[in-house]
T-cell receptor, first 114, second 114 residues
């Protein structure tokens, strides 16, 4: 059973298009995240949701809109894609609070904008 | 906000040697320090973590040490094997954020040669 699953694994699209990436976790965690990993492997947080509420928004352009229909799902919609959006996007989840554990990451979505 | 620096960026060792990766953090309120291993084409995977009330933690060939005064923490891998080859990330989380926002180091590419 996959703990954090995200789809699609690969996404190739043209500039200006709109695309979505989906994420689901079956760990019972209360918090989910989106991270962006650039070509130099640097991992930077984009968003964090706790029990469907937006907690962290790290000055991400408003072309990126996360949506959390329930605490097991966190989707990422991107409008008007740009070349600079090309990266690997990771979804993660964790339990927050006393004795919080580390993140469990999904396997990533490699987005290529051409 | 928190800033995590990680060194070295690349590390090459012979099989059986030890490897040490060092990180420093800036926020004295940080209290949770996980380490992640990322293999090619996969998401980061938690390998060990340490909390601020502990100075050292060991799990088989992997150990982590924490010096709160100097704001340093390190990953030690003994008896390295080729399958240890991967990118390793340190991270830090501050209770000041209220929720668990992990700030990652820039990664260390470890290559273990047979």
């Amino acid at each position: 059973d996959t703990a954090v699953s995200q789809t699609p694994k690969y996404l190739v699209t043209q500039m200006g298009n709109d695309k979505s990436i989906k994420c689901e976790q079956n760990l019972g965690h209360d918090t989910m995240y989106w991270y962006k990993q650039d070509s130099k492997k640097f991992l930077k947080i984009m968003f964090s949701y706790n029990n469907k509420e937006l907690i962290i928004n790290e000055t991400v352009p408003n072309r990126f809109s996360p949506k959390s229909p329930d605490k097991a799902h966190l989707n990422l919609h991107i409008n008007s894609l740009e070349l600079g959006d090309s990266a690997v996007y990771f979804c993660a989840s964790s339990h927050v609070g006393q004795g919080a554990d580390g993140y469990t990451f999904g396997s990533g979505t490699r987005l290529t904008v051409v | 906000g928190e800033n995590v620096e990680q060194h070295p960026s690349t590390l090459s060792v012979q099989e059986g040697d030890s490897a040490v990766i060092k990180c420093t953090y800036s926020d004295s309120a940080s209290n949770y320090f996980p380490w992640y291993k990322q293999e090619l084409g996969k998401g980061p995977q938690l390998i060990i973590d340490i909390r601020s009330n502990v100075g050292e933690k060991k799990d088989q060939r992997i150990a982590v040490t924490l010096n709160k005064t100097a704001k340093h923490f390190s990953l030690h891998i003994t008896e390295t094997q080729p399958e240890d080859s991967a990118v390793y990330f340190c991270a830090a989380s501050s209770r000041n954020t209220g929720f668990q926002k992990l700030v990652f180091g820039t990664g260390t590419r470890l290559l273990v040669s047979p």
